[in-house]
């Protein structure tokens, strides 16, 4: 059976359990929350001595996790067997394929055997049979389209009993981008000191996570959208005062994956706004500065601007420039956006 991430937490926290869990996948949080759940909570601290098992792919073979899968639990109901990183094993080897087949076709009752495999799909033999089975569950972790993240950071700190703004919620993508973790993290920074009653405002991402909140790469691309010469060239010189924060090489990729997406716009036969939005993926969150920069910027001047950003990295590496530092090179590109 296939499933969903919300769907397992239900099931975990009701004690519904099947005999074998596939967690795979691109983005890996998925896949460590709800592996990490299962050796929390399904057994009890006194059973987890003789009855949780946790392997790695790497130091593990096929035969030593089945060997464990068929080990009768030495006190309570069941026995927990995790392997983690099972990507680093050679599934696909026939041996080490026709053993977890023969096992999944007659699991042991009283084993949950949870099977981890980040960043890729395992063998498709291996998924289908598991998909196919009524003893088993898999999950595919999808990695996150950077339009989807203001939702999903909105939905989990809404999920932890707290409120986050629109902006505060951006403000995070831009500067951790679509790592889950990462935003996770210091998202638990923020509820430890902000209390549940008060909205997480761009106040409160500045104060405790250290973003400034007017002096950001979505301030910068805002200003940028709507031609505000003297917003941008402030943003650009604070910028160049605190190059370790605001790296170059960090809002080049940002500002060419802003500018691609305009040129997109340019493209589009339907102008509507709803198709605009789905096809150039858009949030409502950040679909107004992508219309200004839209009526401000024509598409040769769109295409010019993408071709100033990759000349501006060449030379940032170093490529036919040898005096020019981060902070000039923003100022440059910036006066031909603008001008």
Not at 13 to 29: A, C, D
Not at 61 to 75: D, E, L, R, Y
Not at 255 to 283: I, R, Y
Request: glycine share 2%.
């Amino acid at each position: 059976m296939t499933s969903t991430y919300y769907q397992l937490v239900k099931d975990f926290q009701k004690k519904s359990f099947v005999n074998i869990y596939l967690f795979y996948g691109e983005e890996p949080y998925y896949i460590d929350e709800l592996s990490d759940y299962l050796t929390d909570h399904v057994l009890t601290k006194e059973e987890k001595e003789f009855n949780q098992t946790v392997l790695y792919g790497r130091d593990s073979s096929a035969a030593t996790v089945i060997n464990c899968s068929k080990q009768f639990p030495m006190v309570g109901e069941r026995q927990l067997v995790v392997l983690r990183e099972a990507q680093d094993m050679d599934i696909k080897k026939e041996e080490n394929m026709n053993l977890l087949l023969s096992y999944v076709n007659r699991p042991l009752q009283s084993t949950i055997l949870v099977i981890c495999h980040k960043y890729k799909a395992p063998p498709a033999k291996l998924l289908k049979v598991l998909s196919a089975s009524d003893k088993a569950v898999t999950l595919e972790s999808k990695r996150k389209y950077e339009n989807e993240m203001p939702a999903w950071i909105t939905t989990q700190v809404k999920s932890s009993g707290y409120s986050i703004s629109d902006k505060a919620a951006l403000m995070l993508v831009e500067y951790l981008g679509t790592n889950l973790e990462k935003i996770n993290n210091e998202l638990g920074k923020l509820y430890i000191n902000h209390s549940k009653e008060k909205v997480i405002t761009e106040d409160v991402i500045e104060l405790y996570i250290g973003i400034s909140k007017d002096y950001n790469i979505f301030e910068f691309q805002k200003a940028l959208a709507k031609k505000d010469i003297l917003k941008v060239n402030q943003i650009a010189h604070h910028f160049a005062l605190n190059p370790n924060e605001n790296s170059i090489f960090k809002t080049i990729p940002m500002l060419f994956s802003f500018f691609s997406k305009v040129l997109l716009m340019h493209s589009l036969p339907d102008k509507s706004e709803s198709s605009v939005m789905s096809k150039a993926k858009l949030t409502p969150y950040n679909k107004s500065d992508f219309f200004d920069a839209y009526r401000n910027y024509n598409a040769k001047k769109v295409q010019d601007i993408i071709g100033w950003l990759r000349e501006c990295n060449i030379r940032a590496l170093g490529i036919d420039n040898y005096s020019t530092d981060q902070g000039e090179l923003l100022r440059e590109l910036v006066f031909k956006i603008l001008h």
